[in-house]
């Protein structure tokens, strides 16, 4: 039996915004995979270590306070930081399309503006984890 | 029989007639809101067992289905609270006094997240933070700012805020001051709603217990000083954004007052020496018509769960007083000048569900905080409702329609069986600590999702009719100014300077005592404020003491 994709989704920053984290959350666990959602106000360092300790394969960043340059990049270092820099980050939330470029520069696997249907979601990280 | 029951016999057995004979019964139904079928066409029939007395009534009498008071906009308009605050202070102000030259009349203020959280913008974990969704505030320095050559005594304002909500009314109290403004003048309203906050915003600091009892505090403190301002506005609006049904909006809002009355009564108020004083935010979708009687139906079920629960015979604590909003998830990012359209629709239905006061968000309401253009287009849709479209010329324009009627009636059936689902399992703060009250809402949020993905949920431009580019490229949103944050630091800075350390140190030492020891904290906070002391150091001695708000597991 194939081993279940485990994602952590994470809500950096200080934005209470969780609509979006918790609908894709919700659509992950429909598709089979162990989902584990941090709530809301997390540092990049306490997400890095929370998913060092459950050995995820991937970590969503739901950011909509517009802070998403800067947590992004924050995020990789601080994977970076635990050792576990190989784990792909992916984020999405209120990220223009014009900035999506950027966000991925700093290293972020993919972007997922909000308005990405879930099962596009779904579907990449079936094919790319 | 009746001759009543005869006639509508009758009826029901023409409609029955028309729906075999012209084929219309083979016609798909319309939907609800919440996606079940709707019969094809309302009539007599289905408003048959409503009393116009007892169930519907005279504007700003009991149940208050028409109306709160008896002249509604006749008397006089609805407040137009256009929320806007960013930056610093200084630009918040100019923001406001634009807002004011253009004809609203009252101000209300967005707070930027580390505020929201109790944290000084000299905090690093504030550092991405600070005035970009709101104005910073953190000291009575900004108030002063925020509030010059505003007249305190003659602006109603309006804050958004709930963690820090008694630092709020205290630098209010500390600034009408220096205006020479009593507290008993001042005008205004804390939404102070911490328990919907648990669930739906995520802008918590201390845990249920301590937030509960300083709310009662500030409840206590306007009963007795503060007959003009509203220290908690019930924001059940937010389960709107989660999956909220019409219904389950209203009957969370109402289940959650429920608690907060408790308190008070606990506290040994009276229940008609505070209820005059609570009111509800409640948000409108452009789905006018089941919205507007959303409204009315909330009022209802408020007017007898004042009187009949609660013993209230003042009728200022049976009329609910309601601020209605528009914009939110509703607000697409897909060819965002359409959300004037969907704006408009949701702010008739408001107008037309009788609220008292009304925001309308900024089209650009899912790119950013709105610009000075989109915030000055909210007011504006705002005044043509008021002056142009008519629904102001009679009360309670839609009141009589089978269709405003029938859904009323049922809408209140539904909101008492949430008011007693909540009830059966221990009252609004257990269901928020336990995680029952998102699970409930989580099973509809999803489900929409899906059916607007898949288009049976229509949204012109995002799933239907769609045009090549959806987001608009070039289209000018609010930009945090880093020379603002600059400002706001180095002010911060200089209070801190400029402050006598000794007086602050002492203010926050009696501000621990009377947490510690049960006396109403509001005139300790009042203290610490006029000594400079900051946002973040008020709510560390709260901290410290009482922990924060631990987030049930989803």
Redesign the interface.
């Known amino acids: 039996m194939q081993k279940k994709i485990r994602v952590l989704i994470a809500k950096p920053g200080l934005d209470g915004h969780d609509r979006g984290a918790r609908i894709v959350a919700l659509a992950l666990r429909d598709a089979g995979m162990e989902v584990i959602y941090t709530g809301l106000r997390q540092t990049p360092e306490r997400i890095a270590e929370i998913a060092l300790q459950e050995n995820v394969d991937l970590v969503g960043l739901s950011v909509l306070s517009g802070a998403h340059l800067s947590l992004s990049e924050k995020m990789i270092d601080a994977l970076g930081q635990a050792g576990i820099g190989e784990v792909p980050v992916v984020v999405g939330g209120l990220v223009l399309r014009r900035d999506v470029q950027a966000v991925k520069e700093l290293g972020i696997a993919e972007v997922f503006p909000s308005g990405t249907p879930v099962d596009d979601i779904v579907g990449w990280i079936q094919e790319n984890i | 029989m009746s001759e009543r029951d005869k006639a509508i016999k009758k009826i029901e057995e023409a409609r029955e007639n028309w729906l075999k004979d012209r084929k219309v019964g083979e016609l798909t139904p319309g939907t609800r809101f919440e996606g079940e079928p709707l019969e094809i066409l309302f009539t007599p029939v289905e408003t048959k067992d409503i009393d116009y007395l007892s169930d519907i009534g005279f504007p700003g009498e009991f149940p208050f289905t028409r109306g709160p008071y008896p002249g509604m906009y006749r008397k006089r308009p609805w407040l137009m609270n256009q929320y806007s605050g960013f930056g610093s202070a200084e630009d918040t102000n100019e923001r406001w006094k634009m807002l004011l030259s253009h004809g609203q009349w009252s101000v209300n203020l967005a707070f930027d ?2 505020s ?2 109790g ?1 000084d913008s000299d905090n690093p ?2 550092e ?2 600070v005035g ?2 709101g104005v910073a505030i953190d000291s009575l320095a900004d108030f002063e700012a925020l509030f010059d050559g505003i007249n305190l005594g003659m602006v109603p304002a309006s804050f958004n805020t709930v963690g820090i909500a008694p630092i709020v009314l205290a630098m209010l109290i500390a600034t009408g001051e220096k205006q020479g403004v009593e507290p008993s003048q001042i005008m205004g309203v804390t939404t102070n709603d911490i328990l919907s ?1 648990y669930v739906a ?3 918590w600091i201390l845990p249920s217990d301590p937030s509960l009892r300083l709310i009662t505090d500030m409840i206590e403190y306007c009963s007795g000083n503060m007959p003009r301002f509203f220290p908690i506005n019930i924001q059940p609006v937010y389960f709107r ?2 999956g909220a049904t019409l219904s389950q909006e209203v009957g969370y809002g109402i289940a959650m007052a429920i608690s907060y009355i408790e308190r008070a009564l606990e506290r040994g108020l009276t229940i008609d020496e505070f209820a005059p004083r609570l009111s509800m935010h409640i948000g409108a979708s452009y789905r006018f018509l089941e919205e507007a009687a959303k409204f009315r139906a909330a009022r209802k079920v408020w007017a007898k769960v004042m009187r009949n629960r609660f013993g209230a015979t003042s009728r200022a604590s049976m009329a609910l007083r309601i601020t209605g909003a528009t914009g939110g ?1 509703g607000f ?3 060819e965002p000048e359409m959300n004037m359209v969907r704006g408009t629709f949701g702010a008739v239905a408001c107008i037309l569900g009788g609220v008292q006061g009304l925001l309308v968000a900024g089209y650009d309401e ?3 905080i709105p610009t000075e253009k989109t915030a000055r287009l909210g007011l504006r849709t705002q005044q043509i409702i008021f002056e142009e479209s008519g629904v102001t010329e009679t009360v309670d324009p839609l009141g009589g329609s089978w269709f405003i009627e029938a859904t009323t009636k049922r809408l209140e059936e539904e909101i008492w069986d949430h008011i007693k689902d909540i009830d059966s399992v221990g009252g609004a703060v257990e269901a928020i600590e336990n995680g029952y009250l998102r699970r409930q809402m ?1 099973v509809n ?2 489900r929409w ?2 059916e607007t ?1 898949c288009g049976e949920r229509v949204m012109v431009g ?1 799933n239907k009719y769609c045009s090549e580019e ?2 608009v ?1 070039d289209f000018e949103i609010h930009q ?1 100014d880093p020379q603002a944050v600059k400002r706001q630091l180095q002010r911060l800075k200089r209070v801190k300077g400029d402050r006598n350390p000794a007086q602050v140190k002492k203010a926050l030492g009696d501000l621990r005592d009377a947490a510690l020891s049960g006396e109403n904290t509001m005139p300790y906070f009042i203290e610490a404020v006029k000594a400079y002391a900051t946002v973040g150091e008020m709510m560390d001695v709260f901290r410290e003491e009482y922990g924060e708000w631990v ?1 049930p ?2």
């Open positions: 997240l580390p929201h959280l944290l974990i504030a991405d933070e970009r969704l906050v915003r995520g802008t954004e989660i998830s697409t990012r897909e899912a790119y950013a989580d949020l999803i999702h899906r993905e995002v959806g987001e490229a945090l987030e597991a989803v």
